[in-house]
Each structure stands twice: as structure tokens, then as C-alpha cells.
T-cell receptor, first 110, second 114 residues
Framework: QKEVEQNSGPLSVPEGAIASLNCTYS??????FFWYRQYSGKSPELIMS????GDKEDGRFTAQLNKASQYVSLLIRDSQPSDSATYLC??????????FGGGTRLMVKP | DTGVSQDPRHKITKRGQNVTFRCDPI?????LYWYRQTLGQGPEFLTY????????KSRLLSDRFSAERPKGSFSTLEIQRTEQGDSAMYLC????????????FGSGTQLSVL
């Protein structure tokens, strides 16, 4: 079992819709959770971090964390074509290292 | 430019050759990480440094790989006797342990082993 798992997609949504991206992790001791966005041919950039159970909103992005279920999600409201990218879930677990999932490719169609 | 810089951006080499990559982190960042990423996969952790000390190395990392950060500033990653399976993007990232856990990534070095 991979430490951080994501559906590879592609997830296709129409412009203006809500995109929902999901991630599960295996280390119950994990305390820090991140979502990175990576455009094709570019390096990852941090878009959201979350540390406690519940929701955290930042503009059109909402991160959700459920430690009991070992589940993290990212919602993107009013999706735009410019949101088309690969979204990487990352978790700080044992050894204080950041472990990435395989990423979900999001396609927002005009 | 005060971001993380990596050199070279692209490297093409023949199987069996040695290659070395350089990473210059953001100057005040004491922690430096190396990741490897292949197409369609997320970044895979290789190793990290706290100042000049190498604190962790992935158990999946072959002994053909070695990294240094001699003065706690820039870092080098060397791959000896390259194999075609080493072809990947090598990403460097840095952060300040006194601040948030946000990693700042460089643009990466794309390695192609022929």
C-alpha cells in the first residue's frame, strides 16, 4: 500500500463547476497535509495546507481533513480552464518528511 | 532572483556515465531536499539536509546516488554509472525550519539517459 494515494484521473469538469479531489494516507501519526499544484513541465507549487480536522477555505479553494478516516480532500469552486493541472496531495509523516501522492490530473473544459 | 535555482535544466548522458546536479536553495533556508519525479508520478523523496548534515536518505536510493551540502548552502547530487531507469526530473526544494512547512521548489533538472 502506498503511503499517500490519489486517483490519477483525469478528472474532467466543465468551467464553473466544483472540482473535488481526494487523497488517503496510511500513517495515522501524520499531522501536516498539503495540496500542491503542478502545471505540465513545471515544478510543484503549494496552494493549501491544513493541520486540523475540518475545513479550511482560501478563495476558491477549500481543503478538508478527516484524520479518523485518514482522508484529505480539495474542493475548487468555480473551476477555470487555468486550474487545469495535476494536483498533488502531500503528507508529513514519520521522519518529518513530506511524502507525495501520485497526483490527480484535472481538466477544466470551457 | 531569490528562489531555488537548479543547474543544469537539462542533461542528456549515455548509460554508464556519471552526472552531477547542483541546487542553490533560498539563502536563509536551512533545510534542503532532493526529490525525483517521473512522468505521471508524484515526486519521490531521495534525501534531505539540515544545514550541512544529511539527516535522511530514502532506503530505495541506490548507492550509485550521493548527495552533499558541504557548507550548508548549495547542494550537489551525483549519480554514478547512470542507467536508463535514472531518467527523470530531479527536483530540489528548500524551507526554513523556523517558519511554515512550505517547500519552495526549483525548476528541476531533467535527466535523460540514452
Amino acid at each position: 500500500q502506498k503511503e499517500v494515494e490519489q486517483n490519477s484521473g483525469p478528472l474532467s469538469v466543465p468551467e464553473g463547476a466544483i472540482a473535488s479531489l481526494n487523497c488517503t494516507y496510511s500513517d495515522r501519526g501524520s499531522q501536516s497535509f498539503f495540496w500542491y499544484r503542478q502545471y505540465s513541465g513545471k515544478s510543484p507549487e503549494l496552494i493549501m495546507s491544513i493541520y486540523s480536522n475540518g475545513d479550511k477555505e482560501d478563495g476558491r479553494f477549500t481543503a478538508q481533513l478527516n484524520k479518523a478516516s485518514q482522508y484529505v480532500s480539495l474542493l475548487i469552486r468555480d473551476s477555470q480552464p487555468s486550474d487545469s493541472a495535476t494536483y498533488l496531495c502531500a503528507v508529513v509523516g514519520a521522519g518529518n518528511m513530506l511524502t507525495f501522492g501520485g497526483g490527480t490530473r484535472l481538466m477544466v473544459k470551457p | 532572483d531569490t528562489g531555488v535555482s537548479q543547474d543544469p535544466r537539462h542533461k542528456i548522458t549515455k548509460r554508464g556515465q556519471n552526472v552531477t546536479f547542483r541546487c542553490d536553495p533560498i539563502s536563509e533556508h536551512n533545510r534542503l531536499y532532493w526529490y525525483r519525479q517521473t512522468l505521471g508520478q508524484g515526486p519521490e523523496f531521495l534525501t534531505y539536509f539540515q544545514n550541512e548534515a544529511q539527516l535522511e536518505k530514502s532506503r530505495l536510493l541506490s548507492d550509485r546516488f550521493s548527495a552533499e551540502r558541504p557548507k550548508g548552502s548549495f547542494s550537489t547530487l551525483e549519480i554514478q554509472r547512470t542507467e536508463q531507469g535514472d531518467s527523470a526530473m530531479y527536483l530540489c526544494a528548500s524551507r526554513d525550519t523556523g517558519g511554515t512547512e512550505k517547500l519552495f521548489f526549483g525548476s528541476g533538472t531533467q535527466l535523460s539517459v540514452l
